[in-house]
């Protein structure tokens, strides 16, 4: 579960030596006491992932330096299935941005779905960032 908390409040500005008008914004995840997992391993994963994805980007003709950061959100469902695939914003390439949607949600492998404390499966939110160094 993810939320915010907004305070809103005055305080003085190190700039300028003003008192305005602020506000803070943290962002919160709650996280289950375990959390979902990939069934063959987070270095499988990420292998995966950064190799299809440097394929990609040579094989779509990607500008790497032209290469958006991002982070791409996917739910693991309580049957361990993946659903609510979703980029925060573009790579800066349309293709790209439903390749690495196509990507997360092909997988090889199963997916492991969270438990909170008393061991009930629950469904999670998960995030992977890509950037400039390589899906």
């Not at 292998?47 to 779509?60: D, S, T, W």
């Not at 290469?67 to 790579?91: C, E, M």
């Not at 438990?115 to 160094?133: F, H, R, T």
Request: glycine share 6%; net charge neutral.
């Amino acid at each position: 579960m993810q939320f915010n908390i907004r305070s809103e409040f005055t305080a003085i500005n190190s700039k300028t030596g003003l008192l305005e008008h602020t506000f803070d914004s943290p962002h919160l995840s709650v996280v289950p006491e375990q959390q979902a997992s990939y069934s063959l391993g987070k270095t499988v994963l990420v292998n995966y992932l950064r190799e299809k994805g440097k394929k990609a980007v040579a094989e779509k003709n990607i500008d790497a330096k032209k290469l958006q950061p991002g982070k791409l959100h996917f739910t693991i469902a309580t049957d361990g299935s993946i659903i609510n695939v979703y980029l925060d914003r573009t790579t800066n390439y349309p293709e790209m941005d439903i390749y690495l949607k196509a990507l997360i949600q092909n997988t090889p492998g199963d997916w492991l779905p969270a438990k909170d404390a008393n061991g009930n499966i629950m469904p999670q939110e998960l995030v992977v960032s890509y950037g400039l160094l390589g899906c």
